[in-house]
């Protein structure tokens, strides 16, 4: 069975504050991660995937597959970047996606 | 691009009530999705369609959820007769066909069960 955890719940920073969210997943084959970001009145939308090895809006996540681990990080965080973040894992060739609870990151100005 | 669109946005409804819930996906994507996310937990996925055929349904409770996609675009998801726990926001999704394509998400139906 596939699961993602994400262990904490809220993570509270002041603007200009390094940020990363913690993902870690358990899965016997090779999956995919993903980030999901939910913003304030707005729908559910991906924000970036393993595969692509890209940097989104200044966030940046590495697959470990040691530590199966998929962490979310930015070096400076923006007050826009207050959101509800969720890690997500596909499997197999019906891209099914497994999400974790979710973690809310505020940032202060 | 028009996105994913989901009808009603909001529903209140007593136990033992019916609801139907309406999703039509972005034009083109025959993978549809169903989840339902309960309040501070991520999205759990009920259904998935892949045209017009069920591709996984096996966290859909069966004894009270059912969905459909005739003519593989548009869906419904019922629910009947309701239960407290059925309280959740129930979001759509589709995708291209094929794996690892991006899933687009719908804004949800929020449903409350009292």
């Known amino acids: 069975a596939q699961r993602v955890t994400q262990p904490e719940k809220l993570l509270s920073v002041f603007k200009g504050a390094p940020v990363e969210l913690k993902c870690n997943y358990s899965y016997s084959g090779s999956p995919e991660l993903f980030w999901y970001v939910q913003y304030s009145r707005q729908r559910l939308q991906l924000l970036l995937r393993?595969?692509s090895r890209e940097s989104i809006k200044g966030f940046t996540a590495d697959l470990n597959k040691g530590e199966t681990s998929f962490h979310l990080k930015k070096p400076f965080a923006q007050e826009e970047d207050s959101a509800m973040y969720y890690c997500?894992?596909?499997?197999?060739?019906?891209?099914?996606?497994?999400f974790g609870k979710g973690i809310t990151l505020s940032v202060r100005p | 691009e028009a996105g994913v669109a989901q009808s009603p946005r909001y529903k209140i409804i007593e136990k033992r009530q019916s609801v139907a819930f309406w999703c039509n996906p972005i034009s083109g994507h025959a993978t549809l999705y169903w989840y339902q996310q309960i309040l501070g937990q991520g999205p759990k996925l009920l259904i998935q369609?892949?045209?017009?055929?069920?591709?996984?349904d096996s966290q859909l409770p069966k004894d009270r959820f059912s969905a459909e996609r005739l003519k593989g675009v548009d869906s419904t998801l019922k629910i009947q007769p309701a239960k407290l726990e059925d309280s959740a926001v129930y979001l759509c999704?589709?995708?291209?066909?094929?794996?690892?394509?991006?899933?687009?998400f719908g804004e949800g139906s929020w449903l409350t069960v009292v």
């Open positions: 999704a589709s995708s291209p066909l094929g794996p690892g394509n991006t899933i687009y």
């Open positions: 369609f892949q045209n017009n055929g069920v591709v996984d």
């Open positions: 393993h595969i």
């Open positions: 997500a894992l596909s499997s197999g060739a019906n891209s099914k996606l497994t």
